[in-house]
């Protein structure tokens, strides 16, 4: 392989330090709000065409920004995608692939919180860190992040608060304590719409705030087409026995722990529409909001009952599809209220909120800044990207993959005899119809393997402080 073969991102190289431009060191350099939601999966949002959940707030972000309807995560694991977002790189380059692997400081020093901080922004991170090792609150101005899941129930002199409302008081702090002459970036890492891992009972699962309790409960929420058993049963075993399997049989096995789960979810994702609601009321008080950037996305995406899974974990479309909602006040009001189908990923959140305070993103930085996207450009942007999926669990298989406008490619790399995966989206979109076991597309089959080859072997030849060298599609 020669780097003939490949496309140069156009960063700096090296990268072992940013540089910040003159519009950086303005006093006009913009504020930044980044809102997180953990599992939650792209269209269980209004402005996604959910005619059910109610996000009046987030619906209005999107009808004053861009939505990305085509956003994916590179991983589909909490840990591992939240890895992905600070560092914008994938799996197999910051490694972060179990609970317990802490990003190194060398590299959290390239984060885009790391960046921000060194370049004069005020720096806060509230609630789910997500990644091993200690916490970082010593790199931060502000910091309310917890280790491991965290738990919604939360006791605050003596009374009871749920989790995501803490969680809108600690930023409504942060935010009311900024100031219009030093620029921030507020991260918000919501636990929400994550199950309570401890719960057994579906209801208690979804463990949402209690004054959500009538909310939905008139409706009945639909069940998808792939609910059915026979998709089940198309399954190999290895997945038929998996976690995710066993998740939907404590989760949503019967209509009744379907109709509950599916409603306790909602009312989660409520709830953090809430939280965004008051974050956006503090910039208006303090007379911010015309110049904070919002950003709200997921680190995954989340099974509702289809093949009966739940959980995420696989490459199939609703555990890897994810929200991406960007805000911009700078954007012409002709720009605003547009929905793009570009392939955006996770890795491209840290070089788009670099860009947007006027800091070069390192070179080893994978993604790419979405501000082209939100400006009507699409000229030379992705067509492909790379999954994987590396995770140790003893029911959670291994896979790596790739897919691109048309076509997905899964692979799990442990499985014997080897199992893959081919789906022809355009037709199949909700991947009913395993082509890599038809034997009628063998050559697409083989195409989409040099593929996945090409891009395994670019990540891993990859040396620490080398610019990164993205595959040409």
Known sequence: MTHGTFTRRRLLAGGAAASVSGFAQSAKRPNILFLLADDQRADALGCMGNGIIRTPVLDRLAADGVTFYNNFCAT???MTSRASILTGQHEKIHGVSGFQRALPAETFAQTYPALLRKAG???GFIG???IGGKLPAAEFDYFKGFAGQGKYEQVIDGKT???TDLMGDQAVEFLDGSSARQPFCLSVSFKAPHVQDEGRDPFSRFHYAPRFEALYGDQTIPVPKTAAARYY?????????????????MEMSTPEDYQKSVKGYYRLITGIDEAAGRMLDSLTRRGLRDNTIVIYTADNGFFLGERELSGKWLMHEESIRTPLIVRDPRL??????KRRGDMTLNIDIAPTILRAAGIEPPAVMQGRDLAPLTRGQAS??????????????????KSEGIRDERWKYVRYIES???YEELYDLRSDPQETRNLARAGSHDDRLKAMRERWKTWRAALESWKPGAPWIEPRA
């Open 76 to 78: 589909a694991i909490c």
């Open 121 to 123: 922004y005020r720096t």
């Open 128 to 130: 789910k860190y997500g």
């Open 161 to 163: 608060v749920h989790l």
């Open 233 to 249: 049963d198309a399954m190999p075993a290895f997945i038929q026995k998996s976690e995710g399997h066993r998740r939907w049989q």
């Open 332 to 337: 012409a009001g002709g720009l605003r209220g």
């Open 380 to 397: 030379g942007w992705r067509r492909e990207f790379y999954y994987s999926h590396l995770f140790e669990h003893a029911t959670i298989p």
């Open 416 to 418: 014997d005899p080897l």
